[in-house]
């Protein structure tokens, strides 16, 4: 089979959302080979596109490892993030920025799940994420007691008023909030770590 070696010149006009203002720049890329698209060149300069089809807007791993910190702690979401971009960029609101609130936090999604599955030690898999099982990407609990982690040898042989040290024991309380995992439409809002992490699978809800 023969390989068909070609040249593409490609001028683009892409917004790039960076940890201190979004920006606007001009691509010019010249593609040499078929097997070279893109969204790789683009990975390869450190931006994550926001669709691996003709990606006009990419995000900058800086920003959304920023985002996904200030998530986590400061309890921040996409709205306001963007928004703070925003205004870093011009905060008398005389200039017109690029709106790319959806685009980000579809971005910033896939950046979180992608940083789980490696995290997980997927990506030294085979099909590492089509073949993750359920409950693969949560953490263990190292305070739960486990006789190939953390019980001592002849724990199981201990008197009955000290077998209480090596009980598992395990508390209940109400999840109100488990049914904002509900959504309308799957193919909408399609679930990315359903049942691989700490929730089980929403088809069992």
């Known amino acids: ?23 606007t720049v001009d691509l010019l890329w010249l593609r040499e080979s078929v097997r070279i698209r893109p969204r790789q060149t683009i990975a390869s300069n450190a931006w994550y596109p926001a669709t691996t089809t003709n990606p006009a807007t990419c995000a ?34 005389l200039e017109k920025v690029p709106d790319r609130r ?62 209480y040290l090596y009980k598992l024991m395990l508390a209940f309380d109400a999840n109100f909030r488990l049914k904002n995992k509900l959504r309308a439409g799957e193919r909408m809002d399609p679930a990315l770590t359903d049942g691989l992490g700490y929730f089980v699978t929403i088809w069992t809800i």
Request: hydrophobic share 40%; aromatic share 8%.
């Open 60 to 93: 900058t791993f800086n920003v959304l490892e920023t985002f996904r910190f200030l998530r986590s702690i400061a309890n921040i979401n996409v709205q306001d993030y963007v928004r703070t971009l925003e205004k870093l960029t011009d905060s008398t609101g």
């Open 102 to 163: 959806v685009a980000f936090g579809r971005m910033a999604r896939q950046y979180s799940y992608l940083k789980m599955m490696k995290r997980g030690g997927r990506g030294h898999e085979a099909n590492g994420i089509v073949t993750t099982p359920p409950g693969a990407l949560a953490v263990r609990c190292w305070a739960c007691p486990d006789a190939s982690r953390n019980l001592p040898s002849g724990w199981d042989k201990v008197p009955e008023s000290k077998a």
């Open 1 to 23: 089979m023969e390989l068909v070696v070609w040249r593409a010149v490609i001028n683009l006009v892409m917004t790039v959302p960076h940890a201190h203002s979004p920006v």
